[in-house]
């Protein structure tokens, strides 16, 4: 016998009217290792595959009483007792009496007089494929119950990580208030002072300003990243033309550009119409092109296309790139890399790029370009959500 039948023998029913054939069929499946229960009519059959509840039944067709039709048919009609396989005894050989066996739900059938080898290859093929499929029941059981666990956990991970950004949320909109006033009051007091004090005092006074630039800068950029998780900024896509979008942003940072001694170029068509947010789309394009020009060398190059139905906005630089060990990590809000430990920002740039493509249905990319970087904003041009309206 196989191992498994050794470890835990199958348990068969033999349903059977004639002692003798009982007899016969019951010692060679004990000789064969199999445990055994009897039930010598219908009724009996039923009442013990309930009690049982056997790996396989071998149930005689010719019956007093209940036939073997009539017990197989009640057997699957019984939540407890409908899985377990039946295999007929029978002496019929019509096909008609075959094809109703299989009609009212056995699973083979074994003629009179029996072969027992024959007999005990069906059984345990039979056993076989209800283990097997007892154990892919179990195994999806225990993988719906393992769904289920993580989906709870995922539910609580998700609604503390909500809870955080919430309280991180509050506290940029409520600390942004009093340093916008704290900064208006430090403007006017440096402009007062200004005929009043040493150069090297309104240096300082100055740098404490833009210190707390710096922190609004944060808030904002924070508070508008809340907006767009929240779906809030949804109520801004209208219909625009993201060529002019792109130029605007260019124009913008062309003096930048030009102190620096970075040539910044545009390749673009001269309409590009789409239903987009045009604010954040200018944000993000923005970002990028100001992150290409603190890092590149000679050159940022600005380039816009169009194909099935997405839009992609590149912007390359000649700088020194980003290792490709950091790509991911760039996107993640406060990360700052190596390369840009020594410049100016708080890692919420390439975050907000990010989470503006993610609201376009769309994407950010950042590949080599020959030693430099190459980040690619790529948005669909035909969002799903319904267009703003003017009051």
Not at 53 to 66: A, E, K, S, T, W
Not at 165 to 181: F, K, M, Q, V, Y
Not at 276 to 292: F, R, S, T
Request: include cysteine; aromatic fraction near 4%.
């Amino acid at each position: 016998m196989p191992d498994e039948f050794q470890i835990r023998p199958p348990v068969v029913l033999v349903v059977d009217d004639t002692a003798s054939n009982l007899g016969i069929v019951v010692d060679f499946l004990e000789a064969s290792g199999l445990q055994v229960s009897i039930a010598r009519d219908g009724e009996e059959g039923l009442n013990r595959a309930e009690l049982v509840r056997p790996d396989l039944i071998l149930l005689d067709v010719m019956m007093p009483g209940l036939d073997g039709f009539e017990v197989c048919r009640r057997l699957k009609a019984q939540p407890e007792t409908w899985e377990i396989p039946v295999i007929f005894m029978t002496s019929l050989s019509r096909a008609d009496d075959k094809h109703r066996g299989f009609q009212v739900g056995a699973v083979d059938y074994v003629t009179k007089p029996l072969q027992m080898e024959e007999l005990l290859a069906r059984v345990q093929t039979h056993v076989k494929l209800r283990r097997l499929q007892q154990a892919l029941q179990e195994r999806n059981a225990r993988l719906h119950e393992e769904i289920e666990r993580r989906q709870v956990a995922q539910e609580a991970l998700v609604e503390m990580i909500n809870s955080v950004r919430n309280s991180s949320n509050a506290i940029a909109h409520d600390l942004r208030t009093p340093l916008s006033e704290l900064r208006a009051r430090m403007e006017v007091m440096i402009f007062e002072l200004r005929k009043q004090v040493g150069t090297d005092t309104l240096e300082r006074l100055e740098g404490a300003l833009g210190d707390i630039d710096r922190v609004i800068s944060i808030f904002n950029a924070l508070l508008r990243l809340a907006e767009i998780d929240a779906g809030v900024r949804r109520s801004g896509f209208v219909s625009s033309n993201v060529a002019d979008i792109v130029s605007e942003a260019v124009d913008f940072y062309q003096p930048l550009g030009d102190v620096r001694g970075i040539a910044l170029s545009l390749t673009c068509p001269l309409e590009l119409n789409a239903i987009v947010d045009p604010l954040l789309i200018a944000q993000a394009i923005g970002n990028l092109i100001d992150n290409g020009l603190k890092y590149a060398c000679t050159r940022v190059h600005v380039s816009v296309n169009e194909r099935e139905g997405v839009i992609e906005i590149e912007v390359a630089d000649d700088g020194p790139g980003i290792p490709l060990c950091e790509r991911e990590k760039v996107t993640e809000r406060f990360y700052r890399g190596d390369a840009s430990r020594g410049t100016p920002g708080v890692g919420l740039g390439l975050a907000l790029v990010k989470s503006v493509a993610t609201l376009h249905r769309g994407t950010l990319t950042l590949a080599d370009n020959g030693g430099g970087l190459a980040v690619t904003l790529a948005v669909s041009s035909r969002p799903v959500y319904r267009l703003a309206t003017s009051p």
